[in-house]
């Protein structure tokens, strides 16, 4: 069905999952609701659905500990629906991969929004944006992929927003509080850590390290920069 997303909502809790289910295929979407974490991953690599509706505190498996296995095999957007309201708690779980994390109570409509939020970001807006090229460096956001001399990258859903927000600002130097505001969507700030690991994840997937650069350059105490390898003095 055109224009009808996919959800699959990994929820236990039979007072939350069936109206939840309900509303949300009310406003549209076609959800499918399973009650336990190796349901979920199973369900996710065969059916592929466009979102995940992830609750924390599953029977089976902790729902951080699903994210990251899921992080490993596959980028679907996912958003975090728990009632854990730690700012900590939060942090692991964006650091995790999820796109989102909303705090239960919520409003199916609340949700409802973060998922077309979360969509609209993946899919690209509709005039297409630009593709960006940095040296052999592609990265094209509508299509939300990244080549590097043409050969495909395996990037997360967090690795690509952040790959895109540096090549658009590239031969600037981007601070770790712009990137936690802009990708992470953390105004309030937060760890210098969940940039510092993703820029390494990123650094490993370009065929680089911080010591031995090429398109990423620390510099200290400031932030970061994506340039032209070899443009560098």
Same mark, same amino acid.
């Given at each position: 069905?055109?224009?009808?997303?996919?959800?699959?909502? +990994?929820?236990?809790?039979?007072?939350?999952?069936?109206?939840?289910?309900?509303? =949300?295929?009310?406003?549209?979407?076609?959800?499918?609701?399973?009650?336990?974490?190796?349901?979920?991953?199973?369900?996710?690599?065969?059916?592929?659905?466009?979102?995940? /509706?992830?609750?924390?505190?599953?029977?089976?498996?902790?729902?951080?500990?699903?994210? !990251?296995?899921?992080?490993?095999?596959?980028?679907?957007?996912? +958003?975090?629906? %728990?009632?854990?309201?730690?700012?900590?708690?939060? +942090?692991?779980?964006?650091?995790?991969?999820?796109?989102?994390?909303?705090?239960?109570?919520?409003?199916?409509?609340?949700?409802?929004?973060?998922? !077309?939020?979360?969509?609209?970001?993946?899919?690209?807006? @509709?005039?297409?944006?630009?593709?960006?090229?940095?040296?052999?460096?592609?990265?094209?956001?509508?299509?939300?992929?990244?080549? &590097?001399?043409?050969?495909?990258?395996? &990037? %997360?859903?967090?690795?690509?927003?952040? &790959?895109?927000?540096?090549?658009?600002? @590239?031969?600037?130097?981007?601070?770790?509080?712009?990137?936690?505001?802009?990708? #992470?969507?953390?105004?309030?700030?937060?760890?210098?850590? %969940? /940039?510092?690991?993703?820029?390494? #994840?990123?650094?490993?997937?370009?065929?680089?390290?911080?010591?031995?650069?090429?398109? =990423?350059?620390?510099?200290?105490?400031?932030?970061?920069? =994506?340039?032209?390898?070899?443009?560098?003095?």
């Amino acid at each position: 069905m055109p224009g009808v997303a996919r959800l699959l909502l +990994i929820e236990d809790d039979p007072a939350i999952r069936t109206p939840l289910l309900h509303a =949300l295929r009310d406003r549209g979407h076609a959800v499918a609701a399973v009650q336990s974490a190796m349901t979920g991953l199973q369900r996710v690599l065969d059916d592929r659905p466009d979102l995940v /509706v992830l609750d924390l505190g599953l029977p089976d498996l902790d729902g951080l500990e699903l994210l !990251r296995m899921l992080r490993a095999v596959n980028s679907t957007p996912v +958003i975090i629906a %728990t009632a854990r309201d730690e700012e900590a708690e939060i +942090i692991r779980g964006l650091d995790a991969g999820a796109d989102d994390y909303v705090v239960k109570p919520f409003t199916a409509a609340q949700l409802d929004a973060r998922i !077309r939020a979360v969509l609209r970001r993946g899919a690209g807006s @509709a005039d297409g944006p630009a593709v960006l090229t940095v040296g052999e460096l592609r990265v094209d956001p509508a299509a939300r992929q990244a080549t &590097l001399a043409g050969v495909p990258l395996e &990037l %997360t859903p967090r690795e690509f927003d952040l &790959l895109h927000h540096l090549a658009a600002r @590239a031969g600037r130097v981007v601070s770790k509080r712009e990137l936690l505001t802009e990708v #992470w969507q953390l105004p309030y700030g937060g760890a210098d850590k %969940t /940039v510092d690991v993703h820029l390494s #994840w990123l650094r490993r997937k370009l065929g680089e390290t911080a010591q031995q650069p090429r398109y =990423l350059h620390t510099v200290r105490g400031v932030g970061v920069r =994506l340039d032209v390898p070899g443009t560098q003095s």
